[in-house]
């Protein structure tokens, strides 16, 4: 764990709700396909009934409204999807389908993301937010769908917590795929730090420690692409050596996880090595963080996981870190390459951040 956060104790006490919503199951793919409705059965069955066992509110999400998804997308994007969507099925790419219940589910999506950032901002005691929602967003460019994504659910609950009176907010994804989406939204945003860990090479190609951001933006993207087999060791080097100074230094208002699942060992699209546990410890760590530096927010979105069983498993473990459980990052010897990586990362935010 990282030094002055490895004490015996249960986090702070905070209220929790979890945005979820049948019609999210609408979205389908008429043939197999990893992003299928059977992920939020296993979502629900490990991280939703044990934060609802313990005591976490449920709440409804509503449509999105068109002001929210402009925020972070273009009216054309946003005008497009729709005339794609009223087709009723096919596909937009080779990755991404739609369906007869595309629209709803997509919408519902992005208007529980606005929810998740709204209810956060208004919240008057510590709180943690929980969005389970279908299809993902993180590789949702401005104006453009991709890699399963339609609409980028986490910039869209950014959006909304920056709307509802949030001066900084960071957003850490831990999803194998670096959030090309994310990061291009916001990249030229200095209210908005986005921070990834992802897996390099793998789709989309991007996420180099050299992307740092653009114009005013400029030393508010962080990347840490990780190499394939990178394990717990490896995670909680980035977090001590890049994520925490970053955070420390930025302060945000309100923290953001994109929490995608596919860095699991057991991940059929993914070569990591992150155990069930593991995604608890990063829970664990993200709060102690969060406590830190005196945030008080958290929300917690869900991006990628397409095993069903880690899913299942790695879910009940970030439940069991978000109602107080505590979970240890081993550390010690990382894989080969990984420190180079950092180093690089590092070097190229020299100026930026005080690491």
Known sequence: MLRGMNEPRRTPAR??????????DLHAAPVPHPEQPARLKAIRNGLVSTLLEGGAERV????ARTEELTRVHSPEHVAELERDLARGSGVIDDDTFISAGT?????????????????LMAAREPSIGVLTARPP????????????????????????????GAQRVAILDWDVHHGNGTQAIFED?????????????????????????????RGATVNMPLPP?????????????????????????????????????????????????DYGAMTTLMLDIEHQLGIGKLGVVLEGGYDLGALERA?????????????????GNLTPGVQRSLDATRHALDGFVNF
């Open 137 to 164: 967003g993180h590789h949702a460019t401005r104006t453009r769908a991709m890699g399963f994504c339609l609409l980028n659910n986490v910039a869209v609950a950014a959006g909304s917590a920056l709307n509802a």
């Open 15 to 24: 209220r929790i709700h979890v945005i979820d919503d049948p019609r999210y």
């Open 315 to 331: 879910g009940h473990s970030v439940a069991q870190a978000l109602l107080g459980k505590r979970f240890e990052l081993a550390e």
């Open 60 to 63: 409804t999400p509503r449509m």
């Open 189 to 217: 945003d200095p209210r908005v730090l986005f921070l990834s860990l992802h897996q390099w090479p793998l789709y989309p190609g991007t996420g180099r420690s050299d992307e740092i951001g653009t114009g005013p933006g």
């Open 229 to 277: 087999r990178a394990d717990a060791r490896d995670y909680a080097a980035a977090y001590k050596q890049v994520a925490l100074p970053a955070l420390q230094q930025f302060k945000p208002d309100l923290l953001l996880l994109s929490c995608g699942f596919d860095a699991h060992k057991d991940d059929p699209l993914g070569g990591m090595l992150l155990e069930d546990q």
């Open 103 to 119: 629209h709803d589910a997509t919408w519902l999506a992005a208007g529980g993301a606005a929810v998740l950032g709204e209810r």
